[in-house]
């Protein structure tokens, strides 16, 4: 098997060591894992790609390079420049240093590559680190990852559903913001809502007299409804939550027939 990784924290995150560890066990010793990410950080692009300027693309080591761009275009990269003649079986993008449950998923990167792999006919899986406080300031943040990430995408893999459709199937994996031992399994999830949690903007004035705006995160400790993604992470479990990338919204498609 032949895996692309890529991550949104940069090819020097160590999270993105934690997923070539993941990628090697999958691939196994006939396999091959190629790397290719963000020459620096690019978390909250979503699925944005550089569609006006060209990305630069420079050889790092083995199998490994480095893209002043997007996960997406990390993706594009890949598939269709430094693997074009054996294209990847299968796209890791992650370990994300932080959750993409929720509503996090809309602006995640981490996706971003997940969904650019689905619509290239690849199957693509996001896996992102839950932190709370019983991980946080642990000496490796990313244990559970290591412990059960090759695990949950082999069970992916293993279950093989239906891709039909013009858009293929991605998964958003979140692993729960606790210690290895204390992971109590898995769990497939809808995607929630964290009610009253949303991205805001903090201003500051700098020295020049000119305002900035930071964007802020809510509270990411607040559980989503029962059954779905974060609800089940904050209780302990690896949510899986298979995803597509058409947005239409089908359960109303009815409703507006009176506007033909």
């Known amino acids: 098997m032949r895996i692309l990784v890529t991550n949104d924290d940069g090819i ?15 691939a196994g010793p006939d396999g091959e894992v190629w790397v290719v990410a963000p020459a620096f950080e690019q978390s909250g692009v979503g699925h944005c790609i550089s569609y006006t300027h060209p990305t630069m ?3 790092m080591g083995e199998r490994r390079f480095a893209a002043e761009g997007s996960p997406a275009d990390c993706v594009l990269a890949g598939v269709h420049d430094v693997m074009k003649d054996t294209p990847p079986d299968l796209i890791l993008s992650g370990v994300n240093r932080g959750n993409n449950s929720a509503e996090n998923a809309l602006y995640s990167g981490t996706l971003g590559a997940a969904i650019e792999g689905a619509l290239q006919g690849i199957a693509s899986i996001a896996i992102s680190q839950y932190l709370g406080p019983a991980n946080y300031t642990a000496e490796d943040p990313f244990e559970a990852s290591a412990k059960f990430g090759a695990e949950v995408v082999r069970k992916i893999l293993a279950a093989g559903p239906a891709n039909n459709g013009d858009y293929k199937l991605f998964y958003n994996v979140n692993v729960p913001p606790v210690l290895a031992a204390d992971v109590k399994g898995i769990r497939v999830a809808t995607q929630g809502r964290r009610a009253g949690t949303y991205f805001s ?11 900035f705006l930071w964007a802020r995160g809510g509270n990411q400790q607040v559980a989503t409804a029962p059954g779905s993604d974060a609800a089940l992470n904050l209780d302990g479990y690896i949510s899986v939550t298979p995803m597509r990338a058409d947005l239409t919204a089908h359960d109303v498609l009815d409703a507006l027939k009176g506007i033909e």
């Open 12 to 26: 020097n995150a160590p999270g993105l060591k934690v997923l070539e560890t993941i990628a090697h066990e999958v």
């Open 57 to 59: 693309i420079a050889k």
């Open 201 to 211: 903007v903090e201003p500051h004035n700098a020295p020049s007299g000119r305002r």
